[in-house]
């Protein structure tokens, strides 16, 4: 109970957010860089993103039901991750994919409540505006490498992707380069969905900071004038 306890604590404070943003930067980078990385490492990347995905998930819920649900679906992904190396069948990387994006959802709506939440803006609400942003980079490479699993057409170009585990990470250096609207052009989607959904990531990451840096200056007008 000490322990639960603490990790409430933790995930209740607002430095929370800084342990997020160290790790999601430190994930997304080693990811793309190290091109050589073993199908292990990967399991073990996993294995530590669900650890903090299901601490915070025991800090904000307090009911059983809902906690044993996301257990649950902590484990089935897992499995899923890890027949996703060892079995051949697209779909079950696609399902993996899917759960794991809402378990992305989940932390996104766990920082913006630490966002939006009363008091002065600070240092921690500003790590947590882009611990978002990085969890929507995140949430369009899981988009993107499931539209490929399903369909290996669906992007072309010089570097046309040709194996997993490395897709994943291939579509993680795309979603980045769209969401920041630099196009590269090294990956092309070739479907019309997947066009639709770059330009949809392209237009939110301009919008994005524009309305976040909009809603903190309200928030702290808000806080002064009370």
Do not use: C
């Not at 404070?13 to 990967?42: K, P, V």
């Not at 997993?164 to 380069?177: D, G, Q």
């Not at 330009?199 to 702290?220: K, N, S, W």
Request: glycine letters at 6%.
């Amino acid at each position: 109970m000490d322990l639960l306890q603490k990790n409430r604590e933790f995930w209740t404070h607002e430095r929370s957010l800084t342990a997020l943003l160290i790790y999601l930067t430190l994930a997304i980078f080693t990811s793309i860089t190290l091109s050589g990385i073993r199908w292990w490492e990967f399991v073990i990347r996993d294995i530590l993103f669900n650890l903090i995905l299901l601490s915070g998930v025991f800090a904000v819920f307090t009911k059983w039901r809902h906690l044993s649900f996301f257990i649950l679906t902590a484990v089935i992904a897992f499995v899923l991750r890890i027949l996703s190396w060892t079995t051949t069948p697209a779909w079950i990387e696609v399902l993996s994919n899917t759960i794991m994006s809402l378990f992305l959802g989940l932390l996104a709506w766990m920082v913006l409540h630490h966002i939006y939440k009363d008091g002065p803006v600070n240092k921690y609400r500003i790590q947590g505006s882009l611990v978002v942003y990085l969890i929507m980079g995140l949430l369009w490479a899981q988009m993107y490498h499931s539209a490929w699993l399903i369909d290996p057409s669906s992007f072309g170009g010089p570097e046309v992707i040709e194996s997993s585990p490395r897709a994943f990470a291939e579509f993680i250096y795309f979603s980045f380069v769209t969401l920041t609207t630099l196009g590269y052009g090294d990956i092309v989607p070739e479907v019309s969905l997947v066009r639709a959904a770059v330009i949809f990531e392209g237009m939110t990451g301009m919008l994005y900071p524009v309305l976040m840096i909009a809603r903190l200056v309200a928030l702290e007008l808000q806080h002064s004038r009370s």
